[in-house]
C-alpha cells in the first residue's frame, strides 16, 4: 500500500515476528508491539493467547486507542499460571532495548556504571527469566548508535554469547528471535549468532542502518525490503486495533 506509513509498516513487521506461534501467550511492551500482536492474532495467528493484563485471557481483542468493548473471559491466568507459561517455553515477550549489542545482549536497567549509573531505568525486570526460558524479540523504535551499542552497559537480557557460555543445559530455551527497529528487521541467523539484517524498511538505505549502528551488522549481498501492510492489515489496524492513530506517534513517518 502506497500510503502507509512507517508506523504500519513496523507493526506488519511486528505481527510477522509472531507468525507460526500458535497457542503460545504473548506479551508485548510498547505500542508498536501491541498492535503488531493484535494484527497477527486477527489475521494468520488466530490461537495466540492475550491477557487483560490482570488475571484474565481474552478472547476478543481490545484496540489499543478509541473505545473498549467489553472484555470476552476465556480462560484464568492467576500469577502463578504466567510463570508456568514462562517456565514452560509457552511464551514470547517482545521487550524494548536501550541498550542491545551484536549477540542480542540487552540492557534496560541504567545507563553507565551499574554502581554510579548516569541514568537509571527499568532494572532487569524480568529479562533474565524470559531469555532463558523462551522465546524474545526486541522492538527499538528509535534505532541510534546510542541503542545498538558494541557492548552494553549493563546485561538484563541474555545474548547468544552469554547464552553459550552457560552451557546447553542452561541454553536450551534460549532464543533471541528478532529484533524490529523504525529502519528495519534483524535476526541471527548467522554461523556465530551475529546480528544480521534480514530486511528494510522502504524507504531506508543499508548506509543509513550502517551509520546508525554502533557495531558491525551481517549484511548479506541482496536484503529484501519489508513486507508492506495489505489493505486488509491497514483496515483493521486503522479501524479496530488503533483508531485513535497513536501508533503513528510513537514512529514517525
Not at 62 to 79: C, H, L, M, Y
Not at 94 to 111: H, K, L, P, T, V
Not at 140 to 168: C, M, Q, T, W
Request: proline fraction near 6%; glycine fraction near 10%.
Amino acid at each position: 500500500m502506497s500510503d502507509s506509513t512507517r508506523a504500519e509498516v513496523c507493526a506488519v513487521a511486528v505481527a510477522e515476528a509472531f507468525r507460526g506461534d500458535g497457542e503460545i501467550l504473548v506479551s508485548c511492551f510498547g505500542t508498536t508491539p501491541a498492535v503488531g500482536a493484535r494484527l497477527a492474532r486477527l489475521t494468520f495467528e488466530p490461537d495466540l493467547l492475550m491477557t487483560d493484563g490482570i488475571c484474565s485471557l481474552l478472547a476478543n481483542v481490545d484496540p489499543v486507542s478509541g473505545e473498549k468493548p467489553e472484555a470476552v473471559i476465556e480462560g484464568w491466568t492467576p500469577f502463578r499460571g504466567i510463570f508456568d507459561l514462562l517456565w514452560g517455553g509457552r511464551r514470547h515477550v517482545m521487550m524494548i532495548a536501550s541498550q542491545i549489542d551484536r549477540y542480542g545482549n540487552q540492557n534496560f536497567a541504567c545507563i553507565g556504571e551499574h554502581a554510579k549509573p548516569k541514568a537509571q531505568l527499568l532494572g532487569m525486570r524480568g529479562a533474565p527469566g524470559n531469555t532463558i526460558s523462551h522465546r524474545t524479540s526486541y522492538w527499538i523504535p528509535n534505532h541510534s548508535p546510542k541503542v545498538f551499542v558494541e557492548k552494553v552497559d549493563v546485561v538484563s537480557g541474555v545474548g547468544y554469547d552469554r547464552a553459550a557460555a552457560l552451557g546447553p543445559q542452561t541454553s536450551r530455551f534460549h532464543h533471541i528471535h528478532h529484533v524490529i527497529s523504525n529502519l528495519g528487521v534483524f535476526d541471527f541467523e548467522t554461523p556465530d549468532h551475529r546480528m544480521r539484517l534480514a530486511s528494510l524498511h522502504s524507504g531506508v538505505g543499508v548506509d543509513e542502518v550502517v551509520e546508525k549502528t554502533g557495531f558491525e551488522l551481517v549484511i548479506d549481498e541482496n536484503v529484501p525490503t519489508t513486507r508492506a501492510p495489505t489493505d486488509e492489515e491497514l483496515q483493521l489496524i486503522r479501524q479496530a486495533i488503533d483508531p485513535g492513530g497513536t501508533l503513528n506517534k510513537e514512529v514517525r513517518s
